[in-house]
């Protein structure tokens, strides 16, 4: 019991994390009145958090190799809870994006070691079901968190939803502290090693260029949902909030098939995901007007992201089982490095040619990750992941 309670809480983790990173999505208009910037500006909170997330972890996961889990994973939310008072606070653009930047190096840590903690907590026959539970909390963060954050923005102001992400980041930092037992650090290799991984497993290589396209285009796009609907369908913030909360539940119903069916074809998964976000977006292009248009699409892209999501963790994991937490600072390098330049290039796309560029920048990225993985089969993944795991073993 206290092993799924401490997965409990590494989902509680996940859910400030991703919320706090995605959390202006849904406050991009609000904010960039507040601070005096435009949309696309307003939009670097996104990019530049995903960048230190992206580019930072790699080196951050090798450096704190020896570092217990529990105790990383503790500070990495005290970093969180910090930053989203400080965001509150903060009375001009430059110190929020400052803010932004250094939050962004905690959050990709814990991408990198989140779902190997969890799987390390159970059972190794049920690793795969605490991973699939831990991922959950994406549907969640998307079903109850941005929604959330959106309506607490409508009533009080948009500081008032960061100040409340800030109480929840020091509950979830009681829950770690408490239910999580020491977990000495497992698997880590060297900076150098991390980054020789993707020259020697060409499984993996292909997981990360898949990962990269596929991210540009979702987050491309995701970003300026907001923009696009009030654009498009004159949404207003309540529908607007409801629209994003029928996308999280489209989401936790992805992740709950991908759950009990990725294990046996990740790849397929990750094929079928992305192409359910191609048809939605284009759905959100021609039917997106009025109410039933957009809550169609949203739904649709909600469940095909909760795939994709799963899948493409699983892929890594099958490409690199006996590096994975290596290979995972790998995978969080590419994604957030993705999600900040989708959302630069979404906000350049949406200042310059009109949000509904944005939208078709997310179709093309996305079908082209969707090419890939389905052109490009590897012989095996397995076999790669296991030729690097005695160096691994050896530590």
């Not at 206290?2 to 406050?27: C, D, H, K, N």
Request: proline share 5%.
């Amino acid at each position: 019991m206290r092993s799924w309670l401490g997965v409990a809480a590494i989902t509680a983790s996940l859910f400030v994390f991703l919320t706090t990173e995605l959390m202006p999505v849904g406050l991009l208009t609000p904010v960039s009145a507040s601070l005096g910037v435009s949309v696309g500006a307003a939009g670097l909170m996104v990019t530049l958090y995903g960048v230190s997330a992206g580019l930072g972890v790699p080196f951050i996961v090798a450096w704190t190799r020896r570092v217990n889990r529990r105790v990383l994973l503790s500070a990495l939310l005290a970093i969180l809870t910090l930053g989203n008072v400080i965001t509150a606070v903060s009375p001009n653009h430059p110190l929020v994006l400052t803010t932004r930047l250094v939050m962004g190096f905690a959050s990709g840590v814990f991408w990198a070691i989140g779902v190997s903690m969890a799987m390390r907590l159970v059972p190794e026959r049920h690793a795969g079901r605490a991973a699939a539970v831990v991922m959950s909390g994406i549907s969640i963060a998307a079903v109850v968190g941005i929604p959330l954050g959106t309506v607490v923005e409508s009533l009080t102001g948009w500081r008032t939803t960061f100040l409340v992400w800030a109480g929840l980041g020091a509950l979830v930092f009681v829950a770690v502290v408490v239910l999580i037992p020491s977990l000495p650090s497992a698997n880590a290799v060297p900076v150098r090693e991390v980054f020789g991984l993707p020259l020697k497993n060409v499984p993996l290589r292909l997981v990360l260029l898949t990962v990269v396209l596929f991210v540009l285009g979702h987050f491309g796009a995701y970003t300026f949902v907001r923009p696009y609907l009030e654009d498009s369908a004159s949404a207003s913030p309540l529908l607007i909030t409801v629209l994003l909360m029928l996308y999280g539940a489209g989401g936790a119903a992805g992740n709950f098939v991908a759950g009990h069916t990725v294990t046996r074809n990740p790849r397929a998964g990750f094929i079928a995901g992305c192409l359910g976000i191609v048809v939605s977006l284009l759905a959100l292009l021609t039917i997106g007007h009025g109410a039933a248009g957009p809550a169609v699409s949203l739904i649709l892209w909600g469940f095909s992201f909760g795939v994709v999501q799963l899948s493409q963790i699983t892929m890594t994991q099958a490409a690199a089982p006996g590096t994975f937490e290596a290979a995972m600072s790998l995978n969080t390098m590419a994604y957030n490095t993705s999600i900040a330049i989708g959302a630069l290039l979404g906000g350049l796309l949406a200042d310059h040619l009109g949000v509904t560029s944005v939208v078709w920048f997310g179709v093309a990225l996305t079908a082209a990750s969707l090419l890939l993985t389905a052109g490009v089969r590897p012989k095996t993944s397995r076999a790669a992941g296991d030729a690097l795991a005695p160096s691994t073993a050896r530590r």
